[in-house]
């Protein structure tokens, strides 16, 4: 059971437990290759193994080289590679295309890049969460430089069409930046078949250690360095490189690649058993279409409830379920969640949402007794203080 004390966890797409072999694999490399990957001699060399070996897995993952990887702090510094080495690249042409429920570090580094003169063109989506390719082609045509999409969204699970998105891009000879956080491990990625120039990933989402992400920079596509030191990583990402991480992701990319199918099969079937319990209340609204949301996730929005009681009254109750709200991202600014907003739902029904995310831990009786707990939930809540 996915349940720490009394806590069902299912914030999965937050992050996810340590996968199987990742603790040892990071163990070995603390105590086995503590020295400096970059340094010649042999301990130095012992760890430049572990961390080609850790960019081989990776690089399988998604149809890579292993030479085209740059190791970042996590896929926020990456997006921020990506977008601002692309911009910078680009010089006063750059022209960046991007969807307005992009995650918040796509979205910030745009705001950033448009008030230093970069043009930005933000893409709204249907009710559905999708985006709309006639418009994007008209966009790219518009004089585009890079094309940045996320694959699956952080709230909703909804799944861009990125092989049709890379269509778009080739026909235009545009670079395209996929943000993959939550789609590596989830969902087949080819960067060649579909045309990705650059890719955004991060090792916690996945059942690796937090603090390690990658970005893979396809052969000729043109990004300048953000961070200058030592000239690590041909100059693109300087410094030394944090072995024990590295070989914790490579641990956790070997581990989703051998068992990806079946377990993204099984969290399906889980999901849409607790949809089947969800679903017997009145006024709640699943959000995004079933068929084109990632198998782990399950966003809801409730009427007749005030989101931050529900958010509290579930994480606080018994047994407490490790849930975020679809505003988690806005919540700081006092709004409800952009992304549900964006596909049309009103301010109280964005505001009354919660996302499950389900993981490797998650089971028949997590879901049960979460569904359950759920259900009642909401049903005290409406008991209480009926929505206006």
Request: glycine fraction near 12%.
């Given at each position: 059971?996915?349940?720490?004390?009394?806590?069902?966890?299912?914030?999965?797409?937050?992050?996810?437990?340590?996968?199987?072999?990742?603790?040892?694999?990071?163990?070995?490399?603390?105590?086995?290759?503590?020295?400096?990957?970059?340094?010649?001699?042999?301990?130095?060399?012992?760890?430049?193994?572990?961390?080609?070996?850790?960019?081989?897995?990776?690089?399988?993952?998604?149809?890579?080289?292993?030479?085209?990887?740059?190791?970042?702090?996590?896929?926020?510094?990456?997006?921020?590679?990506?977008?601002?080495?692309?911009?910078?690249?680009?010089?006063?042409?750059?022209?960046?295309?991007?969807?307005?429920?992009?995650?918040?570090?796509?979205?910030?580094?745009?705001?950033?890049?448009?008030?230093?003169?970069?043009?930005?063109?933000?893409?709204?989506?249907?009710?559905?969460?999708?985006?709309?390719?006639?418009?994007?082609?008209?966009?790219?045509?518009?004089?585009?430089?890079?094309?940045?999409?996320?694959?699956?969204?952080?709230?909703?699970?909804?799944?861009?069409?990125?092989?049709?998105?890379?269509?778009?891009?080739?026909?235009?000879?545009?670079?395209?930046?996929?943000?993959?956080?939550?789609?590596?491990?989830?969902?087949?990625?080819?960067?060649?078949?579909?045309?990705?120039?650059?890719?955004?990933?991060?090792?916690?989402?996945?059942?690796?250690?937090?603090?390690?992400?990658a970005l893979f920079v396809r052969p000729r596509t043109g990004i300048a360095a953000q961070l200058h030191?030592?000239?690590?990583?041909?100059?693109?990402?300087?410094?030394?490189?944090?072995?024990?991480?590295?070989?914790?992701?490579?641990?956790?990319?070997?581990?989703?690649?051998?068992?990806?199918?079946?377990?993204?099969?099984?969290?399906?079937?889980?999901?849409?058993?607790?949809?089947?319990?969800?679903?017997?209340?009145?006024?709640?609204?699943?959000?995004?279409?079933?068929?084109?949301?990632?198998?782990?996730?399950?966003?809801?929005?409730?009427?007749?409830?005030?989101?931050?009681?529900?958010?509290?009254?579930?994480?606080?109750?018994?047994?407490?379920?490790?849930?975020?709200?679809?505003?988690?991202?806005?919540?700081?600014?006092?709004?409800?969640?952009?992304?549900?907003?964006?596909?049309?739902?009103?301010?109280?029904?964005?505001?009354?949402?919660?996302?499950?995310?389900?993981?490797?831990?998650?089971?028949?009786?997590?879901?049960?007794?979460?569904?359950?707990?759920?259900?009642?939930?909401?049903?005290?809540?409406?008991?209480?203080?009926?929505?206006?």
């Open positions: 059971m996915s349940a720490a004390g009394d806590v069902l966890y299912l914030d999965h797409a937050a992050t996810a437990p340590l996968a199987p072999g990742v603790f040892a694999a990071m163990q070995r490399a603390l105590l086995d290759t503590s020295a400096n990957p970059a340094s010649l001699h042999a301990p130095g060399r012992a760890a430049a193994d572990e961390v080609a070996a850790a960019a081989a897995g990776l690089a399988g993952l998604v149809n890579a080289r292993p030479r085209d990887l740059i190791w970042t702090s996590g896929a926020t510094e990456s997006i921020n590679l990506a977008l601002k080495g692309a911009a910078e690249f680009a010089g006063g042409d750059a022209h960046v295309v991007s969807v307005v429920t992009e995650h918040s570090a796509t979205l910030d580094t745009l705001d950033w890049l448009e008030k230093r003169g970069a043009r930005v063109t933000r893409l709204g989506v249907d009710d559905h969460g999708r985006l709309d390719l006639e418009a994007l082609d008209r966009a790219i045509a518009d004089g585009a430089t890079l094309v940045s999409v996320m694959h699956v969204n952080n709230e909703t699970g909804v799944i861009q069409e990125i092989a049709a998105i890379g269509d778009l891009c080739r026909e235009h000879g545009v670079a395209l930046h996929v943000d993959a956080a939550q789609s590596l491990g989830r969902l087949p990625i080819d960067m060649d078949a579909m045309n990705i120039a650059l890719l955004s990933v991060s090792a916690h989402k996945i059942g690796g250690p937090k603090g390690i992400g030191g030592g000239g690590q990583q041909r100059g693109l990402r300087s410094g030394t490189l944090a072995t024990h991480q590295i070989a914790g992701f490579g641990a956790a990319a070997d581990h989703v690649a051998a068992t990806r199918g079946e377990e993204q099969a099984r969290l399906g079937a889980l999901r849409d058993r607790l949809w089947g319990q969800i679903d017997s209340l009145e006024g709640v609204m699943r959000n995004g279409a079933p068929a084109q949301v990632a198998a782990p996730f399950l966003n809801v929005s409730v009427a007749g409830v005030h989101g931050e009681a529900l958010l509290i009254g579930l994480t606080e109750g018994t047994p407490a379920l490790a849930v975020s709200s679809g505003a988690a991202c806005s919540a700081a600014k006092g709004q409800s969640s952009y992304v549900l907003r964006a596909m049309g739902r009103t301010p109280r029904e964005a505001g009354a949402s919660i996302r499950f995310s389900l993981g490797a831990n998650t089971d028949d009786a997590t879901i049960e007794q979460a569904g359950r707990r759920f259900v009642a939930e909401v049903e005290r809540l409406r008991a209480l203080a009926p929505a206006a």
